[in-house]
């Protein structure tokens, strides 16, 4: 796509915008509407710094109370031998590796399914001119604020002692589990781990992106943005009253 003079623009380098993406996300946005390969930064950002929590949570956390208290989540009305078995299978290393390799995997299947998600949606749109490719870049920055989830992860896992048990949440600071300190084991954890404050400020870049890219009004950009994330909080739910 060529460069226009509607570029708002201070916004001269990638690396400028992985800085003001954060509190001037509308110049980024105007202004990699009109870039090439400008998201391949915050790409190589959020799929690198993702990894250190897993690592960091798995070095630490006492394993022994991790594998039982996993058991006893996957197999609530087990006995203590069905418990101990199940247990057994884990093992440390094993689970570090594959925590760190299945969150940047998951965050490449999800900015997938949200690229064609809001391509689908702006498609009719007569100012948008942005394929699958450019909504796909676009989700990475919209996945910027998961950065400072992760770097908090890893001050908060960093300060704590070798073989203390930690909730799994520790490498989401910012969800709702944690910040509340609900237990792995009760009923609502999955629910309140999965709201957080940085999957909300992501919702809040989404619209913004939508807003600027598309003739969307801005209230019609937050639904769009927020109706996946919603749809998995509103399942998530029905899963622990049902």
Known sequence: ???????????TNPFQAVT???????????????KDNWSWIPFFLVIAISIAPGYLYFSTVDFA??????AMIALPDGSPAELEAISNTMEQGFMSMTTMISIPIAFVIVTAILGGYYTLCTRNDDK???????????MWWMLMPTLISSLLACVYLSLQTA???ISQAAMAPLSLAFIFGIEMTDQWYGLLEAIRFDS???IALGAICLNSWTNFTMRKSIIIAALPSVLIWSITLLFVVL
């Open 65 to 70: 109370w991790y594998a039982n208290t996993t």
């Open 163 to 165: 073989g203390t048990p």
């Open 200 to 202: 909300l400020w992501t």
């Open 20 to 34: 003001e993406i954060f509190y001037r996300p509308r110049a980024v946005f105007d202004t990699i509407a009109v």
């Open 128 to 138: 948008s001119v942005h394929g699958y490719t450019d909504w796909y870049g676009a």
């Open 1 to 11: 796509m060529q460069e226009t003079s509607q570029v708002s623009a201070s916004v």
